[in-house]
T-cell receptor, first 114, second 113 residues
């Protein structure tokens, strides 16, 4: 059963803590993305990766970090430097980025800072 | 910088009525456009992708058009059903590289039985 999985579905964090959100895909897609969604707003790009061991900053990368050690995995770490981390986080993937390809999304992780 | 706007922010219609959702972008150099559906608390489901060489795409009751000269895309949903209630988002790819989709804020649709 192919798709994109994100875990956990809900995550609670105390101020000052780092947390890592998981994103895994078995679609054999080259490109992966992380977005943030705030209530009533569209998505904003945090980081993206076109190939293993390579990634680029999106529009709102400050306070976040990523790694891409395996093609199927693209974890996102929300660090204590992110001042307003409470949001809905969505991971996506697409086959390749040489020409445009449809992006497919996971179910999301809702992060709440206590 | 590309900006994408969706108006109205919310829309309520009786079942059976046709839906017209609008998406406008500031930079007509947009290359490809994708429409998504999002149910509350869920991820995004891709509905239609209009690539740069195309002007419209159709899938079942859904039809999306893209007019680059006016910087607008429209999503039509025929004969709406209560199951169509969701938020609909459009996203444009300004550089044709598929890297950085710019999203609109979405239109929240309620179809009343």
């Amino acid at each position: 059963d192919g798709g994109i999985t994100q875990s956990p579905k809900y995550l609670f964090r105390k101020e000052g803590q780092n947390v890592t959100l998981s994103c895994e895909q078995n679609l054999n897609h080259d490109a992966m993305y992380w977005y943030r969604q705030d209530p009533g707003q569209g998505l904003r790009l945090i980081y993206y990766s076109q190939i293993v061991n390579d990634f680029q900053k999106g529009d709102i990368a400050e306070g976040y970090s990523v790694s891409r050690e395996k093609k199927e995995s693209f974890p996102l770490t929300v660090t204590s430097a992110q001042k307003n981390p409470t949001a809905f986080y969505l991971c996506a993937s697409s086959p390749r980025t040489g020409s445009y390809n449809e992006q497919f999304f996971g179910p999301g992780t809702r992060l709440t800072v206590l | 910088k590309q900006e994408v706007t969706q108006i109205p922010a919310a829309l309520s219609v009786p079942e059976g009525e046709n839906l017209v959702l609008n998406c406008s972008f500031t930079d007509s150099a947009i290359y490809n456009l994708q429409w998504f559906r999002q149910d509350p608390g869920k991820g995004l489901t891709s509905l239609l992708l209009i690539q740069s060489s195309q002007r419209e795409q159709t899938s079942g009751r859904l039809n999306a058009s893209l007019d680059k000269s006016s910087g607008r895309s429209t999503l039509y949903i025929a004969a709406s059903q209560p199951g169509d209630s969701a938020t609909y988002l459009c996203a444009g790819d300004p550089r044709g590289a598929g890297n950085k989709l710019t999203f609109g804020g979405g239109t929240r649709v309620l179809v009343k039985p």
